[in-house]
């Protein structure tokens, strides 16, 4: 992990966090609160943000805002600028998310709309209001979280899959035109990972990892790779999904998700 006060001058004073009301967003925020940048905590459940932030600050002595917005909405962005439109953001947290699980056609349309609003708009729409702004003052971070489903077609899971595969190559592309100046990007590709996200999604747990190693590792590589696979069965499965015909890795992925479906 890079030394505290480099980080700070890298991606402080303040950083900016989706999701942080569970799982690996919550995680993100903890962690950065301990490396000493101020934040700013965005998801729907506001209770569970003040409370978060309160532990931060009296925890690491940062200054922590919670801003309740849903980001499926189409006009979330104008809240988040009017917010922050004094705070310095050099850190970018892309974390809010969450999946859909079934035979794409019976779905209902209006979550897997949804889906997308939250997994891929509104991640483009942050990265480019807080991406221009690291872009002018030359220094910055920006994480988004992926998947290992991102790298292959998912049935089942397949607006889900397809949204994390955007956020994987919107990630490594920015990651090439930001690296000039000095904007770090970073596509974070977990398996599965205690959270919330399974239960909300329908389906069962297969063997998750905690969220902090995910975090950590996501933190350590931030400036120097553009993608992150944390754990070596999640980057074993990503080479096999590399080296095998697209259509066998789709079909063994589905095989798993009807096995982990819940209902
Ligand atoms: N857990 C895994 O196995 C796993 C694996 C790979 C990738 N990921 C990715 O990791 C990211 C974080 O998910 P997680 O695993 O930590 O799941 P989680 O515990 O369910 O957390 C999801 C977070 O997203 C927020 N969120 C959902 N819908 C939102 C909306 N409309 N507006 C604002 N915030 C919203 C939730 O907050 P509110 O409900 O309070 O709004 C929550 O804080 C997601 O992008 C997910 O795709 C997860």
Known sequence: ???RKTFQKKYGPWALVTGASSGIGMEF????????????????????????????????????EALPIDLSRNDFLPEIEN?????????LINNAGFGTTGEFVENDLESEIKLLHVNCRA???????????????????????????????????????????????LAEALAHELKAHNVDV?????????????????????????AAPVVRLALKKLGRRSVAI??????????SIKLQPRPWSRAIFGKVIRHIQKR
Not at 187 to 210: D, V, Y
């Open 186 to 210: 970073l596509a974070l590709c977990p398996g599965t990972t205690e959270a919330e996200f399974q239960e909300i999604a329908g389906t069962r747990m297969l063997m998750p990892m905690p």
């Open 83 to 91: 917010i922050t439109a004094e705070l310095d953001i050099g850190l």
């Open 123 to 169: 991640p483009l729409m942050l990265a480019h209001r807080f991406g221009k702004k690291m872009k002018n003052r030359n220094r910055g971070g920006i994480i988004f979280l992926s998947s290992i489903v991102g790298f292959t077609a998912v049935p089942l899971w397949s607006n889900y899959a397809a949204s994390k595969a955007y956020d994987l190559s």
């Open 29 to 64: 925020a903890r962690q950065i609160a301990a490396l000493g940048l101020n934040l700013v905590l965005v998801a729907r459940r506001k209770q569970r943000l003040d409370r978060l932030a309160l532990e931060l600050e009296n925890t690491h002595g940062i200054q922590a």
């Open 1 to 3: 992990m890079m030394p």
């Open 230 to 239: 944390p754990g070596i069965l999640n980057r074993l499965n990503v080479l």
